[in-house]
T-cell receptor, first 115, second 117 residues
Framework: EPEVTQTPSHQVTQMGQEVILRCVPI?????FYWYRQILGQKVEFLVS????????KSEIFDDQFSVERPDGSNFTLKIRSTKLEDSAMYFC?????????????FGPGTRLTVL | AQTVTQSQPEMSVQEAETVTLSCTYD???????LFWYKQPPSRQMILVIR??????QNATENRFSVNFQKAAKSFSLKISDSQLGDAAMYFC??????????????FGTGTLLAVQP
């Protein structure tokens, strides 16, 4: 069964450093998402991406964040200058254009730790 | 803006018993989808069950069922014959049926379910 994959599973970085989180969505999916979950808190929407552009972003997704689909398979989230409060679990999700529920399929997440 | 509320931070159930997790939501939209996601200690988000607002029949997936009360904006999850593997954080989520490419999920704060042997 196709699945969303994310790398790395755990990233440790120093405050102020740039990080790139990678996701490989399910191959025939056209909509891509990033969500964030700070430890012990709820999952929060960051950004959605369709047709090579951002379709919606939350107030969390400020100028320090960017997303890119550099090729036909990867979908990346870049944080330019990490802050301590960026420490969280980051989930990528994708969905197809068809289907009754347009279900979003989640990857296993990347745990980002900013020291 | 839509909101999702889960009023039970933690719940506990005996193995083989039944437990109900509560979820309420607020929206002015007429059509939407509701989901329950399970997040075990591995933190992977796993879809448990889903419901479309215009469908009156409550969704069922094996031991999992929902009680969807549209007028009350309530969407509870019932787990029957609870198993040790059901222990996890459970999130209720809302998604608009409109919005096209966005269709972001809005999550509640979660309910941590413990299953006692």
């Amino acid at each position: 069964e196709p699945e969303v994959t994310q790398t790395p599973s755990h990233q440790v970085t120093q405050m102020g450093q740039e990080v790139i989180l990678r996701c490989v969505p399910i191959s025939n999916h056209l909509y891509f998402y990033w969500y964030r979950q700070i430890l012990g808190q709820k999952v929060e929407f960051l950004v959605s991406f369709y047709n090579n552009e951002i379709s919606e972003k939350s107030e969390i997704f400020d100028d320090q964040f960017s997303v890119e689909r550099p090729d036909g398979s990867n979908f990346t989230l870049k944080i330019r200058s990490t802050k301590l409060e960026d420490s969280a679990m980051y989930f990528c999700a994708s969905r197809d254009i068809a289907g009754t529920y347009n279900e979003q399929f989640f990857g296993p997440g990347t745990r980002l730790t900013v020291l | 803006a839509q909101t999702v509320t889960q009023s039970q931070p933690e719940m506990s159930v005996q193995e083989a018993e039944t437990v109900t997790l509560s979820c309420t939501y607020d929206t002015s939209e007429s059509d939407y989808y509701l989901f329950w996601y399970k997040q075990p200690p591995s933190r992977q988000m796993i879809l448990v069950i889903r419901q479309e607002a215009y469908k009156q029949q409550n969704a069922t997936e094996n031991r999992f069922s929902v009680n969807f009360q549209k007028a009350a904006k309530s969407f509870s999850l019932k787990i029957s014959d609870s198993q040790l593997g059901d222990a996890a954080m459970y999130f209720c989520a809302y998604r608009s049926a409109f919005g096209g490419a966005t269709n972001k999920l809005i999550f509640g704060t979660g309910t941590l379910l413990a299953v006692q042997p």
